[in-house]
């Protein structure tokens, strides 16, 4: 009888241990989940940032016009605010520019607009 009594008191202290560990198992899950709740929106707002358009000025040369496609080829010069080299790049216009005051061969400002990889030339106006 005696070694009943100590095994069903281990047992027991092993039950209070383990029902001890689930509580605290459940308070740090919930710790967690708060915490990555209240996170998401900081993960939201690092996406907006990188994910928010920049505007850049540059200047370079018209290689090719295509009107129909309403897209400009340019051989430009460095720029800095997306820190691109000097390269000779397609664009997409936007629908507003008017490619008629430009032609193959002018030296252009022109502004871009847009993020990652994907930027629009929102003016283009020969250098001056």
């Known amino acids: ?52 358009p920049a505007t850049a000025k540059g200047t370079g040369t018209v290689t090719t016009l295509n009107g129909s496609d309403h897209k ?3 051989d430009h010069g460095p720029i800095p605010a997306i820190k691109w080299p000097p390269m000779k790049m397609e664009f997409a216009v936007a629908p507003s520019v008017d490619l008629a005051k430009v032609k193959t061969g002018d030296k252009v400002d022109f502004t871009l607009s847009g993020s990652g990889g994907s930027y629009t030339v929102e003016s283009i106006t020969p250098a001056k």
Not at 3 to 10: L, T
Not at 26 to 45: C, E, F, P, Y
């Open 1 to 52: 009888m005696l070694v009943s009594r100590h095994i069903f008191q281990a047992g027991r202290a092993m039950l209070g241990t383990s029902l001890l560990l689930l509580g605290l198992g459940t308070v740090l899950l919930r710790t967690d989940q708060s915490l990555a709740q209240g996170m998401k929106d900081m993960r939201g707002m690092e996406n907006s940032k990188q994910m928010a």
């Open 72 to 74: 400009v080829t340019l």
